[in-house]
Antibody, heavy 119, light 109 residues
Framework: QITLKESGPAQVQPTRTLTLTCTFS??????????VGWIRQPPGEALEWLAA???????RYSPSLQGRLSITKDTSKDQVVLTMANMDPVDTGTYYC???????????WGQGTQVIVSS | SFELTQDPAVSVALGQTVRITCQGD??????ATWYQQKPGQAPVLLLY???NRPSGIPERFSGSTSGDTASLTITGAQAEDEADYYC????????????FGGGTKVTVL
């Protein structure tokens, strides 16, 4: 059974950098075609894909946020870390990590972590 | 930029059929993937490919595509189907591999 759990600060100040960790179990990021993605959702709004990392350390970023994002993996800890620089109040929302299957579908999701950007 | 357009809300009587649409140019080339999100919960993968359901997804959910429009059909809607539904696909250039639609709120009357 695949499980994922997001962790990180509940609140971050504007202009600061947000660091979120996704800790997973039930799969390994050493396996071909597997990946982990990050998706966020502002309150009452739609889902927005942010970044993804794959078993071979391939990385993809949302074109609109690419300059602010960095995604890394630590296979020894079964973790994926997302950093987002220069946070703004519009970045407030719930941040999810999700498992990417071999078809690149998000087939298992974490429960999400709420992030408020405020001074 | 590439976009997927969904109707904001639809309603359906209990036991009836409802179709949710998703429009975007790349749907002429790529299938849509559909996610269901209930209030306060994480999204769940609902449909992928031509009309494939992950294990545990009821048969009343099905998908289709015509031209630039993908559809999710719920045949015999149940009270527990009241949720937000999001379509997802990629843009043709490959620069944006996961684009989500704006979501459709389904109310079961």
């Amino acid at each position: 059974q695949i499980t994922l759990k997001e962790s990180g600060p509940a609140q971050v100040q504007p202009t600061r950098t947000l660091t979120l960790t996704c800790t997973f179990s039930g799969f390994s990021l050493n396996i071909s075609s597997v990946g982990v993605g990050w998706i966020r959702q502002p309150p009452g709004e739609a889902l927005e894909w942010l970044a993804a990392i794959f078993w071979d350390d391939g990385k993809r970023y949302s074109p609109s946020l690419q300059g602010r994002l960095s995604i890394t993996k630590d296979t020894s800890k079964d973790q994926v870390v997302l950093t987002m620089a220069n946070m703004d109040p519009v970045d407030t929302g719930t941040y999810y990590c999700a498992h990417l299957d071999w078809l690149h579908n998000f087939d298992s999701w974490g429960q999400g972590t709420q992030v408020i950007v405020s001074s | 930029s590439f976009e997927l357009t969904q109707d904001p809300a639809v309603s359906v009587a209990l036991g009836q059929t409802v179709r949710i649409t998703c429009q975007g140019d790349s749907l002429r080339v790529y299938y849509a993937t559909w996610y269901q999100q209930k209030p306060g919960q994480a999204p769940v993968l609902l449909l992928y490919g031509k009309s494939n359901r992950p294990s545990g997804i009821p048969e009343r959910f099905s998908g289709s595509t015509s031209g630039d429009t993908a559809s999710l059909t719920i045949t015999g809607a149940q009270a527990e189907d009241e949720a937000d539904y999001y379509c997802n696909s990629r843009d043709s250039s490959g620069n944006h591999p996961w684009v989500f639609g704006g979501g459709t709120k389904v109310t079961v009357l």
